[in-house]
């Protein structure tokens, strides 16, 4: 049977990609990931590293990863002496310029700042390639903000983007008419990916055929009978098995103006002492099998379809990424004590004498963003997952308040639908950053799925 060859653009850690492997029609996998383009080394590693565990070479592996400058020129000669010619492409330019819920959130003066972004102009890449191998599909993947900004003549990039592509001779008109646009905004946790995550997506076929976007295949617990589908994938069917995790207490002076070298060795020693009974958790971990299986065998459909997902493949794996990030006293205090699904703007509104002491225990400014800090549901599937958690997780606080804490980078990996034995080849924190900026395998597994169906219509 054939193999479809998929190049992926701007590729990140793969979880485009892996979606596409994953995918399988009656036990045959017809995509192949035969080159891939990704500036940034420890995420080029990464992907170097999946692609070895599904039993390429590791010199076949590194020949097919190219971690170089998309931008230059050296970088698409030496892809497309890679490959001469290629089914598929598949990938979405970084999409922190046209993010709403980074620069361009922030106070007038910032927006203007970033109004225009080197960034923005990173898809004509895309259509250069594009243009030179001429695809029979293409799958372009962006953050809704990208259908909203407009460039200096006052065009929503877009739509730019969509007239270029169909410049090319592409087709991106949905085979449902409903759709009157020529992209598609999907929800990840409609496809089974526990998490609240909206991004657009493009689909663009040469072959003279509509686009079947993917049908979903989950919804919210209150519709499933009145649907015929799945319930949501929540926290508690993602995360539930994981074992239990403490942070360490990080020594901060309890008053401002003070630094480390004004606490006394008393505090010191205290803190000391309680962090050595604390199990922050150990990374790489022995796989914990027994809880996963416990969580397995107790769940319903839609949970046990998950952890089949990210189930490891071997019975030896060690768990990575499963450490519980240092806090201070302060936060610990909040965390446990906030309720589940509560978030800074709640005790921000409430007049509840609880709720003041809490808001006591937050040092930061919320003067411009209200939901700085966020404590999950277990019933709900989680909020969207972003690059932002290298630098601190205070809008992902685990619903388990006996663990004051807030997720761990294998949590991340789980809610954006990484399996267990995925590694991201970065040290400590930064790896939240691959993660958050990856699209789910799963969502990406749904649309090769409907990729599949048009290539299929060439076939038949």
């Not at 250069?128 to 929503?156: A, M």
């Not at 990840?188 to 663009?204: K, L, M, N």
């Not at 691959?434 to 649309?447: D, W």
Request: charged content about 25%; hydrophobic content about 35%; some cysteine.
């Amino acid at each position: 049977m054939k193999k479809f060859k998929v190049i992926e653009l701007f590729a990140g850690a793969g979880g485009f990609s892996h979606g596409f492997k994953r995918f399988q029609n009656n036990g045959y996998y017809p995509f192949e990931l035969i080159a891939a383009v990704e500036i940034d080394r420890n995420a080029a590693n990464t992907l170097i590293s999946a692609m070895v565990r599904q039993g390429i070479t590791r010199e076949e592996a590194e020949r097919r990863v190219i971690c170089e400058d998309i931008t230059k020129k050296g970088t698409k000669k030496a892809l497309y002496d890679l490959c001469p010619e290629v089914d598929v492409i598949i990938g979405g330019p970084p999409c922190q310029s046209f993010s709403t819920i980074g620069p361009r959130s922030g106070c007038k003066k910032q927006q203007a700042k970033f109004a225009r972004d080197n960034r923005d102009m990173l898809f004509e890449h895309y259509v250069d390639i594009v243009k030179h191998y001429k695809p029979k599909v293409i799958l372009f993947e962006n953050v809704r903000g990208i259908t909203s900004k407009t460039d200096s003549s006052g065009n929503k990039y877009i739509d730019v983007i969509s007239r270029r592509f169909e410049k090319l001779g592409y087709n991106l008109k949905s085979e449902n008419n409903e759709i009157k646009t020529k992209y598609i905004v999907l929800n990840a946790a409609d496809y089974g990916v526990p998490q609240f995550r909206e991004r657009v997506f493009i689909i663009g076929n040469s072959l003279g055929v509509d686009n079947p976007y993917p049908k979903k295949t989950h919804c919210p617990k209150e519709m499933t009978e009145e649907t015929g589908l799945l319930p949501y994938v929540t926290l508690m069917n993602a995360i539930g098995d994981l074992p239990h995790v403490y942070p360490k207490i990080t020594l901060t002076p309890r008053k401002k103006g003070l630094t480390l070298k004004d606490i006394d060795e008393e505090t010191k020693l205290k803190i000391n002492d309680l962090n050595l009974k604390r199990n922050n958790g150990i990374d790489p971990a022995p796989y914990h099998w027994d809880r996963f299986y416990s969580k397995y065998n107790s769940g319903e459909i839609a949970g046990k379809a998950f952890l089949d997902f990210i189930k490891p493949t071997q019975d030896d794996i060690m768990l990575t990424g499963h450490v519980a990030r240092g806090q201070q006293e302060s936060d610990i205090e909040l965390f446990t004590t906030m309720d589940e699904g509560m978030s800074s703007s709640h005790l921000l509104r409430s007049n509840d004498p609880k709720h003041k002491k809490l808001l006591s225990l937050i040092k930061y400014d919320m003067s411009s963003f209200l939901d700085k800090y966020k404590k999950l549901s277990w019933s709900k599937p989680c909020n969207t997952i972003f690059a932002h958690m290298q630098k601190d997780g205070n809008r992902f606080i685990h619903p388990d308040s006996k663990q004051g804490r807030t997720l761990t980078v294998r949590e991340a990996a789980r809610i954006q639908s990484f399996p267990d034995d995925y590694v991201f080849e970065a040290i400590g924190n930064t790896r939240f950053k691959y993660i958050g900026n990856a699209v789910p395998p799963l969502l990406a597994m749904a649309l090769a799925r409907s990729i599949y169906s048009v290539l299929c219509c060439e076939e038949s």
